[in-house]
């Protein structure tokens, strides 16, 4: 692109995010100013269902209703989306009357929507509106009506959906998260939901990836080095746990501990003269991405398990990388 063209087009995209972020700041201060009592009794709500949440949505306002759901069902609260469109062929034996419904449209007149309204009225399903217009058809229906600030789209004609689709999916991220901290939803429960890829990865523990039992690197106090070297180099982790008599940890001995002690009557040096004491630890239940984050900010490549102050395991940073959590 030409040095014109190209700064034409950095101008569009600051003139789209500076649109965009003011429609963003009309809904933090809407939060404080009107919206924050129907917010509340949305979560309440939601929280109370015994059923699921069906959100619901047209064209863009349905994309957006449907990564809501995705982000309701992976952060504890159940939920699907029903497309409008889909709803009165059929789609509406999906929806019970335990759930409660969440209905997108920034106009609040979306024709297909209809069907959707006059079921929740005429089954008493608790029907939940994000809209601008709560004077509209879906506003003055339901039962909670989350109103959105008027805001300019991005699109310099003001009509292509982008400011509004923002506003929408923010206010239902914000949802999601309030029902989350107040369910006290854990990493640990999002791991549950999050199995596959990097993130469920990051979210395996300690004990999925560590090498347990014999194959930890293990000598006892009093040992000479040259034991220790030997167990060392048979167990290949770089380091040997030192133990106590009564088999806590006492200390670690690293390839970092050997180069720093160096000298000529190194291997008949006991390992107490040697090791670190008070080594840096993790337990069988912390999360892999714990320890992951222990190593980098220790800048050490190995990692002792202990439980009641016992090694149980040994992680090593090349586990954490075949696991995908590095």
């Known amino acids: 692109m030409s040095e014109r063209k190209s700064a034409a087009a950095i101008a569009s995209a600051l003139r789209t995010l500076d649109t965009e972020a003011e429609g963003i700041a009309a809904l933090v201060a809407a939060m404080s100013d009107g919206l924050g009592a129907p917010f509340v009794a949305a979560v309440e709500t939601i929280r109370a269902a015994r059923g699921r949440v069906i959100v619901t949505g047209m064209g863009k306002s349905g994309h957006v209703a449907r990564k809501i759901a995705a982000t309701f069902a992976s952060t504890g609260t159940p939920a699907f989306f029903v497309h409008a469109a889909d709803a009165s062929h059929g789609d509406l034996g999906m929806i019970t009357s335990d759930d409660v419904m969440l209905a997108l449209s920034w106009s609040g007149e979306t024709e297909e929507l209809k069907e959707l309204i006059n079921y929740s009225r005429r089954f008493r399903i608790v029907l939940i509106a994000i809209t601008v217009n709560v004077e509209s058809t879906l506003g003055k229906s339901a039962?909670?009506?989350?109103?959105?600030?008027?805001?300019?789209?991005?699109?310099?004609?003001?009509?292509?959906?982008?400011?509004?689709?923002?506003?929408?999916?923010?206010?239902?991220?914000?949802?999601?998260?309030?029902?989350?901290?107040?369910k006290g939803f854990t990493a640990v429960d999002f791991g549950v939901f999050h199995p596959g890829g990097r993130l469920?990865?990051?979210?395996?523990?300690?004990?999925?990836?560590?090498?347990?039992?014999?194959?930890?690197?293990?000598?006892?106090?009093?040992?000479?080095?040259?034991?220790?070297?030997?167990?060392?180099?048979?167990?290949?982790?770089?380091?040997?746990?030192?133990?106590?008599?009564?088999?806590?940890?006492?200390?670690?001995?690293?390839?970092?501990?050997?180069?720093?002690?160096?000298?000529?009557?190194?291997?008949?040096?006991?390992?107490?003269?040697?090791?670190?004491?008070?080594?840096?630890?993790?337990?069988?239940?912390?999360?892999?991405?714990?320890?992951l984050l222990l190593l980098n900010s220790s800048k050490i490549t190995a990692l002792i398990v202990v439980e009641s102050e016992r090694p149980v395991g040994i992680v090593h940073f090349h586990d954490l990388l075949r696991a995908g959590v590095a």
């Open 143 to 182: 039962d909670i009506v989350l109103a959105l600030p008027e805001a300019r789209e991005a699109c310099p004609h003001n009509l292509a959906p982008t400011t509004s689709s923002l506003m929408q999916l923010a206010l239902g991220d914000a949802l999601a998260m309030a029902l989350l901290e107040s």
């Open 200 to 291: 469920g990865a990051a979210l395996k523990f300690v004990r999925d990836v560590m090498h347990p039992g014999d194959a930890v690197p293990l000598i006892k106090r009093g040992a000479l080095m040259s034991e220790a070297i030997v167990e060392m180099s048979a167990k290949g982790f770089g380091c040997v746990a030192v133990l106590e008599p009564d088999g806590k940890l006492a200390g670690v001995v690293t390839d970092g501990d050997l180069r720093r002690h160096m000298r000529a009557d190194l291997l008949q040096v006991p390992v107490d003269k040697v090791m670190t004491t008070a080594p840096k630890t993790v337990r069988p239940g912390q999360l892999a991405s714990e320890a």
